[in-house]
């Protein structure tokens, strides 16, 4: 399976970097997948992961890579969503958001499991929330800075479009994302957390 997900990952991280939009943006976007397969890589032997937190990572990193590609506010599959549909925007960015709180939301349970810091699963869902809500606001404060910092130029990489409500609701997409993985994953984390364990 290792093989597998670096083969994904590597051929769509060269798809992707060939003539992106434009490179700044790309290494904005990028990052966060690059730094997620860095700590995988550190911690493989003495924190393996589970199967299904090891494949949503790599969903993530995907969906990181085409939007650092395109910009999230310029992926075609979602312009012609957005035609179809009659939207005026792009909504790429928000099922990235989405993901931002979804997938953040099993990693961080399986970090409080595993390392026993919470006792009870309902101060152990809460907390998960929390963290998937921690993370999309600090991703929101670095799209801030990354603006102030760049000026007209960060328009790629922030993709608000225009959208006045752009921050919020994106941080909203995240907590339905993170409520979302606990309701549809909850259990079956548990089972192969089990299985790793033992």
Known sequence: MQQLWLLIFFTVLTWSVISPHDYPTWIL????????????????RT??????????VLLHSILLM?????TYAEVPLFDWISQMLGHTRNNFDKLGHFVQGFVPAIAAREILIRKEVVNGRGWLNVIVVAVSLAISA??????????????????????????????????ALALLGAVAA?????????????????
């Open 29 to 44: 976007e990028t990052l966060p997948a690059l730094i997620a397969l860095l700590v995988m890589a550190m911690t493989r």
């Open 47 to 56: 924190f393996p992961l589970t199967s299904l937190l090891y494949v949503l």
């Open 66 to 70: 085409v939007g650092a590609h395109y």
């Open 138 to 171: 600090f991703y929101e404060l670095l799209e801030w800075l990354v603006a102030e910092i760049m000026g007209g130029g960060a328009d790629a990489f922030l993709g608000t479009q225009g959208y006045v409500w752009d921050t919020q609701s994106d941080m």
């Open 182 to 198: 606990l309701i549809l994953l909850g259990r079956m984390h548990d089972n192969q957390l089990t299985r790793l364990q033992h």
